[in-house]
């Protein structure tokens, strides 16, 4: 009668940084794990839109997207372990896999805020010229998000196994067994997901919403 083992248990995690961010020097982990010390990293300026009157692709000024200020990491935390063992006629095996991730990453909204400088008719101050409204301060919009989500996204996998080998004779084996795989939704710590649930709504207050059109 012989028993094998094979275990593993191992930690990692990945992180990428964008070095305009300004963490404060209490330390990253800390501070981004708080959605509400996300907004104060930022001190950039608002990137600026150019377009209208004749001037042909104008272009635009200003951080592309988030990169100026991105950071995302992975951690993953895994404990696998595998047993073999001879019993007679049956080599049993049997294995568990668990698997913890969780990555945390800001969302991608306009939280630098954006002028316009594009030419507008409608505007009485407009200078007939987007670099001129630039010059002078004139702007057609200005947007800012209010607030930048933290993301932090997490789950676990669970599988495990376990099978068989029966020489039952010379000219028999029987090779049978059950594996079963378990892989939780995402979910977010921060409650920054939305999702749409019907059966969270009462019946009464749906009727007119959903409508069905046969063709």
């Keep these: 009668m012989d028993l094998l083992e094979q275990g593993r248990l191992a930690a990692g995690s990945f992180a990428v940084w964008q070095h305009a961010v300004d963490v404060p020097e209490q330390g990253a982990q800390q501070v981004l794990d708080n959605p509400s010390e996300i907004d104060k990293m930022h001190s950039f300026y608002p990137s600026a839109n ?19 200020a991105y950071f995302n990491w992975n951690d993953i935390y895994v404990l696998q372990d595998n047993f073999t063992k001879v019993l007679g006629r ?6 568990v896999y668990a698997e913890k991730n969780l990555k945390t990453q800001p969302v991608n909204n306009n ?7 594009a030419v507008d008719s409608l505007n009485p101050l407009d200078a007939g010229d987007t670099f001129a409204n630039a010059l002078l301060g004139n702007f057609k919009n200005y947007n800012e998000a209010n607030f930048r989500p933290l993301l932090m996204g997490t789950y676990w996998n669970l599988d495990f196994y376990v099978q068989d080998n029966w020489r039952v004779n010379r000219k028999l084996t029987l090779d049978f067994g059950l594996r079963m795989s378990h892989q939780q939704s ?19 207050r749906c009727r007119g919403c959903i409508s069905r059109t046969a063709t």
């Design 186 to 204: 995402q979910y977010d710590r921060n409650h920054t997901f939305t999702v749409f649930r019907r059966t969270c709504i009462p019946p009464r």
């Design 90 to 95: 049956h080599n049993i095996k049997a294995g």
């Design 111 to 117: 939280w630098s805020g954006a002028l316009d400088f």
């Design 50 to 68: 150019f377009g209208g009157g004749t001037r042909p692709n104008p272009g635009t000024i200003g951080l592309g997207g988030y990169w100026g």
